[in-house]
């Protein structure tokens, strides 16, 4: 089911004002934590993970859009982030996963018992790449799809605190066998439901500058989102507080690590949606905002050591699918079809 705006009486909406301001100017870590949410008519799924887990579920069946068509009642994607190497010509830790490709900034000196070492914002401006079939995808599919986003907390942190959700945004990307393509705004503060934006809220297309922002309030407990695309002015925001699992805990974002990411989403029976070639894609004017005000870019250089650098690695034929770069507050997440034993030394 989708997420519904009735959120908190005090999880207030960004006015679009300072959603303008901002443009001038992308999961849960449930450690051991058991979720059971029944469903109208469907059996009982509990979920227990001990590593790191985004749940996408109930596309919506509205408006038409070729989302709705991809039949699938849930989604699972879960980032395996146990295994690291450091690239001798990079600073940064990689982190190989067959989900994620980019830029993870860790909260430096984060405390879980005080909000004031923490992110409570993450933004970008998302270029809309163009998309084509794939030369060597591990699978021929109908459907090629990858999502890009920017988000919190989705990034599995060892210093306790709870369950903690992460809270995204961004814009879902497929396209077809015969050419067409589509991309699609959405939102999703996990364990709840992804909300997908119709055209009408926001209409996206190739070339597009799509501007979000991601912030949190009240250690985390409520979230505010905006999304502005900067060809045509149009803006969707929503509020909400929150998520709170069925008989279960909430899942705050407190704001432990901030996220640049492109990703494969999978089914829940763990059958991963195939990567299309989006060539190189773009996240401008990036930057990631403490309680305090204090902000830094995604790979700062400064702090290398609290930087991640994630990378989509399909296991079965041990290809590399993305190759991520950071300049300033520029991001750059390339599609590549390498073999994993080329990146081995570098």
Not at 24 to 45: A, C, F, W, Y
Not at 226 to 237: C, R
Not at 238 to 260: D, H, I, L, N, V
């Amino acid at each position: 089911m989708a997420v519904h705006a009735t959120a908190h009486e005090s999880c207030r909406l960004e006015p679009p004002a300072a959603v303008k301001a901002l443009a001038l100017d992308h999961t849960v870590s449930i450690m051991e934590t058991l979720i059971s949410r029944p469903k109208p008519g469907r059996p009982q799924r509990s979920y227990k993970q001990v590593t790191f887990v985004t749940i996408l579920r109930s596309l919506p069946s509205t408006a038409g859009s070729n989302l709705a068509k991809m039949k699938p009642d849930h989604f699972l994607t879960a980032v395996s982030l146990g295994s690291a190497c450091t690239a001798q010509s990079t600073p940064y830790v990689p982190f190989y996963s067959s989900e994620w490709g980019g830029p993870v900034q860790l909260a430096e000196n984060f405390n879980s018992s005080s909000n004031t070492s923490a992110f409570n914002l993450v933004e970008a401006t998302l270029v809309m790449p163009h998309l084509s079939i794939p030369q060597n995808p591990r699978a021929r599919v109908d459907r090629y799809t990858v999502a890009s986003w920017i988000g919190l907390d989705g990034f599995p942190r060892s210093d306790g605190g709870g369950p903690r959700g992460l809270w995204q945004a961004g814009v879902f990307m497929s396209i077809w066998e015969n050419g067409t393509t589509e991309y699609s705004g959405f939102y999703e503060w996990v364990p709840s439901d992804p909300v997908f934006l119709t055209a009408s809220q926001l209409a996206i297309c190739e070339g597009d500058h799509i501007r979000v922002m991601i912030n949190t309030t009240d250690a985390g407990y409520c979230g505010t989102t905006t999304l502005t695309n900067l060809n045509t002015s149009q803006t969707f925001a929503y509020s909400q507080a929150a998520p709170t699992a069925w008989r279960g805990p909430t899942f705050p974002a407190p704001g432990s690590s901030a996220e640049w990411i492109m990703e494969a989403a999978a089914y829940l029976n763990t059958t991963k949606f195939v990567l299309p070639d989006w060539g190189n894609a773009s996240m401008l004017d990036a930057r990631a905002c403490y309680v305090s005000g204090d902000c830094v870019v995604p790979g700062d250089i400064d702090k290398p050591e609290d930087t991640r650098m994630a990378v989509v690695l399909w296991n079965e034929t041990q290809t590399v699918n993305t190759q991520s770069t950071v300049d300033g507050s520029s991001v750059s997440i390339a599609y590549v079809e390498l073999p994993f034993s080329s990146q081995l030394g570098q």
